[in-house]
C-alpha cells in the first residue's frame, strides 16, 4: 500500500524544507516537492511540520523496584508513547548481581515482546563485573545491544570506581559507551542518616540530600575515570550547571562525552516539593527537580549543542504507590511519567519560545538517539530508504496537558495545566 504525505513542512536534522512525502510497505519510498499522487491513498498535512519519528532513549516500564513495580508496563507506556510522537523507546534490561547479563536480557525480552505499540530496544544494565561477564558484553553486543548502563548510586545496581574503569575500557573495544548515573551514594546516605536524625521527612527533604554538588562530584568522578579509561561515555538525565561544567571539562581536555536531559530538568524546578505529601511525593525522581537557574544553563547547553539528547527517564508510580513513603521519603518510589509529553513539551516551550530551532529539535528527540543507539538512519530522518516512522505536528493547535487525556496507565499528570501550543495529530510506525 502507498500513502502519500502532501504538502507538509517536512524537518531533518540539517534542514526544514516543504516536501511531499510517499511510504511504501512501511519505508519511505520517496521525499520531494509535488510529488505525483498515482495510485497513493493521499493525506493532506499542509500547514504541518513532519518530524521523524522521536526516539526515547531512556524508559522504564514493568520496573520493580522499591518494593513495587512501575505502573506503566510495556503495554500501557509504549501506547502513551506513540500518542505522544516516540515511535521508539530504549529501556534498560537489567543483570541482577550475581546473575548473567544473558538472563538479564530474556527477562526484559519476557516483559516487552508481543506487548509494545512502538519499537523498541534496550541498554544493559551492568551491576556485577566479573571475568565472565566480561566476556558476555560480547554476546550482548552480537544480539544488538548498543549502548550499556551503569549507577553509581542505588546498592542494588551501583558498581565501584575499578568496575567503572573497567566496563567502559572493555566497552570500547566494541564501539560502545555506557549512559551513567552520577550521583555519589555515600554522601547522600550519610544526608539521609543526618536528615532522618533532624526529624526531617517531608518530599521537601529530598531534594536537600541528594544536591547539586553530589551530582556533580559524580560526574567530575566519571570524567576522571573516563579520561584514565580513554573511552567515550555519556551522562544521563543531566540536571545541573555543576554537572554539566565538569562536562564541558573533560571535553576541553580531549574527552568524548554525551549528555542527556529530560523535560523536567528543562522546565520543572525543586519548588515542587513544597505542599501537601501527594503533591511533592508526584516529583520526587533522582537526580532531583533542581532550580531555574539550572534550567536556564540546561536550555543554553542544548541551543549551543553541548547536550545531545533529551529523553525521559519514563518511571510512573501511582499516587497510591507513592503513598508507600507516606512515613519515609526515602521509601517513596523514585519516578515519574513523562514518554508522552516529551515531543509537545519540548516544541512548545523549546522551539515555541526561540530556545532552540526546528532542526535542533529534530536531532535532540530523533537524529542524535538514532545515530547513538545505532539505528540511524534507518530512523532518525526522513528520506528515501528509511523506516516510515513519522510524526505530523500541528504548530497552530494549543492544548493543555491534563491526566484525563493521556494514555498511561497513571492517576496523575506531573505537566498538568501545562499549556501546549502545537499538538500531534498523526503518528505513523
Ligand atoms: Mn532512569
Redesign the pocket.
Known amino acids: 500500500m502507498k500513502r502519500l504525505l502532501k504538502g507538509g513542512v517536512v524537518v531533518i536534522g540539517n534542514g526544514t524544507a516543504k516536501q511531499d512525502v510517499l511510504i511504501e510497505n512501511g519505508i519511505i519510498a520517496e521525499v520531494g516537492p509535488d510529488l505525483p499522487e498515482e495510485d497513493a491513498e493521499v493525506t493532506n498535512v499542509s500547514g504541518k511540520l513532519i518530524f521523524p519519528g522521536f526516539i526515547d532513549g ?1 524508559t ?1 516500564f514493568d520496573l520493580a523496584v522499591a518494593g513495587t513495580v512501575t505502573a506503566d508496563d510495556f503495554e500501557t507506556g509504549t501506547k502513551a508513547a506513540i500518542a505522544g510522537g516516540t515511535t521508539m523507546i530504549i529501556d ?1 534490561a537489567s543483570q541482577d548481581k550475581g546473575d548473567t547479563l544473558a538472563n538479564g536480557l530474556k527477562h526484559w525480552h519476557e516483559m516487552a515482546d508481543g506487548k509494545c505499540s512502538c519499537d523498541y530496544s534496550f541498554h544493559m544494565s551492568i551491576t556485577d563485573w566479573n571475568e565472565d561477564v566480561r566476556r558476555e558484553v560480547k554476546d550482548m553486543v552480537d544480539a544488538g545491544i548498543t549502548s550499556f548502563k551503569l549507577y553509581m548510586t542505588y546498592p542494588a545496581m551501583m558498581v565501584d570506581d575499578g568496575a567503572m574503569y573497567e566496563i567502559i575500557k572493555e566497552l570500547k573495544k566494541y564501539d560502545c559507551f555506557a549512559g551513567v ?1 552520577c550521583e555519589n551514594a555515600d554522601i547522600i546516605n550519610a544526608k539521609i542518616r543526618e536528615a532522618k536524625a533532624a526529624g526531617d521527612n517531608k518530599p521537601s527533604t529530598h531534594p536537600k540530600v541528594r544536591p547539586d554538588t553530589m551530582e556533580a562530584e559524580a560526574v567530575h568522578r566519571l570524567m576522571v575515570i573516563a579520561g584514565e579509561a580513554k573511552a567515550p561515555v555519556m551522562v ?2 543531566t540536571t545541573c550547571e555543576k554537572s554539566f561544567r565538569e562536562i564541558q571539562r573533560a571535553r576541553e581536555q580531549g574527552q568524548t562525552v554525551y549528555s542527556e536531559t529530560c523535560p523536567q530538568y528543562l522546565l520543572m524546578d525543586d519548588s515542587r516539593y513544597e505542599g501537601t505529601f501527594e503533591e511533592g511525593s508526584k516529583y520526587i525522581i533522582a537526580p532531583p527537580l533542581r532550580k531555574k537557574a539550572d534550567q536556564e544553563v540546561l536550555w543554553k547547553a542544548l541551543a549551543d549543542e553541548e547536550i545531545q539528547t533529551i529523553a525521559t ?1 519514563h ?1 510512573s508510580f501511582s499516587k497510591a504507590q507513592k503513598a508507600l513513603g507516606k512515613d519515609d521519603f526515602t521509601k517513596i518510589p523514585g519516578g515519574m511519567p513523562g514518554v508522552e509529553t516529551r515531543g509537545t513539551l519540548i516544541y512548545t516551550y523549546g522551539v515555541g519560545k526561540g530556545r532552540i530551532s526546528l532542526e535542533q529539535m529534530c536531532r535532540l528527540l530523533s537524529e542524535n538517539p538514532a545515530k547513538l543507539y545505532g539505528v540511524y538512519p534507518r530512523k532518525g530522518v526522513i528520506r528515501q530508504g528509511s523506516d516510515a516512522d513519522i510524526v505530523v505536528l500541528d504548530p497552530c493547535k494549543e492544548d493543555v496537558i491534563t491526566v484525563s487525556k493521556q494514555h498511561y496507565n497513571m492517576d496523575y499528570a506531573p505537566f498538568e495545566g501545562t499549556k501546549l501550543k502545537g499538538v500531534i495529530e498523526q503518528v505513523y510506525l
Request: charged share 10%; hydrophobic share 25%.
Open positions: 531512556h522504564h534498560f548515573h544521563v538525565h527517564d518511571c
